[in-house]
């Protein structure tokens, strides 16, 4: 079974648009991470939040996670055309990362 | 270049044939992932190496499924036997050591005819 889902499946914005992404895992992790996939292409990482961080910023993304609720969020603000892919949160519960299902998301100029 | 490179980019076969897809990972990274993704999918594990570690195999959905890591540097992933349902994204990741962030090579698209 899935480690990781993310929520929603896809997701369409304008330009400018905040777009907000949430993941929820199932056993406890001391990190989560959150990657990028553009069609045609590799997972890029994003940015990793510790189980003792709450928030964590890189540049337009704002990261957030709640060990009580086992959840994550990844927000990106001022969406732009070039932010449309496949967004994945991974966890590792063990020694290895597991991805979840990913959301899709169109950014429309 | 110094990222994660894989070979073949694409590879269409026939059915029954056996494919070798290969993994070149960055330099000093111990830890090297082999993941499948078929078309609008998230990712499935297939295997991983650490070190000088047995590999874990728990992710190779059949015996058809192997791979190799030769000198802690390249690996290879093998399927026998090629079946239609094998057809997909075969993405290859390393990293510095097990649950750090994981760079990806941009895959070898298997087509299996």
């Known amino acids: 079974s899935q480690q990781g889902e993310e929520d929603p499946q896809a997701l369409s914005i304008q330009e400018g648009e905040n777009a907000t992404m949430n993941c929820s895992y199932k056993t406890s992790i001391n990190n989560l991470q959150w990657y990028r996939q553009n069609s045609g292409r590799g997972l890029v990482h994003l940015i990793l939040i510790r189980s003792n961080e709450r928030e964590k910023h890189s540049g337009r993304l704002r990261v957030t996670l709640d060990t009580s609720k086992k959840s994550s969020s990844l927000l990106i603000t001022a969406s732009r055309a070039a932010d449309t892919a496949s967004y994945f949160c991974?966890?590792?519960?063990?020694?290895?990362?597991?991805f979840g299902t990913g959301t899709r998301l169109q950014v429309f100029p | 270049g110094a990222g994660v490179s894989q070979s073949p980019s694409n590879k269409v076969t026939e059915k029954g044939k056996d494919v070798e897809l290969r993994c070149d990972p960055i330099?000093?990274?111990?830890?090297l992932y082999w993941y499948r993704q078929s078309l609008g999918q998230g990712l499935e594990f297939l295997i991983y190496f650490q070190g000088n570690s047995a590999p874990d195999k728990s992710g190779l959905p059949s015996d058809r499924f192997s791979a190799e890591r030769t000198g802690g540097s390249v690996s290879t992933l093998t399927i026998q036997r090629t079946q239609q349902e094998d057809s997909a994204v075969y993405l290859c990741?390393?990293?510095?050591?097990?649950?750090?962030?994981?760079?990806f090579g941009d895959g070898t698209r298997l087509s299996i005819l």
């Open positions: 991974a966890t590792p519960p063990a020694d290895k990362l597991i």
């Open positions: 990741a390393s990293s510095t050591w097990s649950n750090q962030p994981q760079h």
């Open positions: 330099s000093g990274h111990t830890a």
